[in-house]
């Protein structure tokens, strides 16, 4: 794969996990566990910051392998992200255990990229939202990730 192309890729998802780190690091206390909005159809601890942080976390991990089958998140997350319907975690994750996911994420998306060839870039992906090329993934991903850092960011604005 064209290392020009390797090299853009990294500094753009690279952007957008330092964006996604600054926003759960500048969080205050009082706000990791707030509700940040409320909808009808939604229930509010799904709105909590570090729920919203977990979430990303655990979907640019995942997206990183290409499959959702095999897939086991570090300890201490779990598998029940995956399940649409299903409760938050047992417990909330702490500011330093995303910060630390996300520091263990940015080094295996960094090795990804480099590690990417015209083979695995073409690699048929399947998910329940539908299909693409591992490379379509890796730009699905990064739009996921800085599309969340963005919201958290808003949020954290429109708190003060």
Same mark, same amino acid.
């Given at each position: 794969?064209?290392? +020009?192309?390797?090299?853009?890729?990294?500094?753009?998802?690279?952007?957008?996990?330092?964006?996604?780190?600054?926003?759960?690091?500048?969080?205050?206390?009082?706000?990791?566990?707030?509700?940040?909005?409320?909808?009808?159809?939604?229930?509010?601890?799904?709105?909590?910051?570090?729920?919203?942080?977990?979430?990303?976390?655990?979907?640019?991990?995942?997206?990183?392998?290409?499959?959702?089958?095999?897939?086991?998140?570090?300890?201490?997350?779990?598998?029940?992200?995956?399940?649409?319907?299903?409760?938050?975690?047992?417990? +909330?994750?702490?500011?330093?255990?995303?910060?630390?996911?996300?520091?263990?994420?940015?080094?295996?998306?960094?090795?990804?990229?480099?590690?990417?060839?015209?083979?695995?870039?073409?690699?048929?992906?399947?998910?329940?939202?539908?299909?693409?090329?591992?490379?379509?993934?890796?730009?699905? $991903?990064?739009?996921? +990730?800085?599309?969340?850092?963005?919201?958290? $960011?808003?949020?954290?604005?429109?708190?003060?």
């Amino acid at each position: 794969m064209d290392s +020009v192309l390797k090299t853009a890729l990294w500094q753009q998802f690279g952007a957008s996990i330092d964006f996604l780190a600054h926003s759960i690091s500048i969080c205050p206390d009082h706000l990791w566990r707030a509700s940040l909005w409320k909808t009808p159809k939604t229930a509010p601890e799904f709105s909590q910051f570090w729920y919203i942080a977990y979430h990303t976390l655990f979907w640019f991990d995942l997206y990183l392998t290409g499959a959702e089958e095999g897939f086991v998140p570090p300890v201490p997350f779990t598998l029940i992200e995956q399940d649409d319907d299903g409760p938050l975690p047992e417990r +909330v994750y702490t500011k330093d255990e995303l910060l630390g996911y996300l520091r263990d994420c940015r080094s295996r998306c960094g090795e990804t990229i480099e590690s990417l060839t015209d083979e695995t870039a073409q690699r048929h992906c399947q998910f329940g939202w539908g299909q693409c090329s591992f490379l379509e993934l890796l730009l699905y $991903n990064m739009r996921h +990730v800085h599309g969340h850092a963005s919201q958290l $960011n808003m949020l954290l604005g429109c708190a003060g």
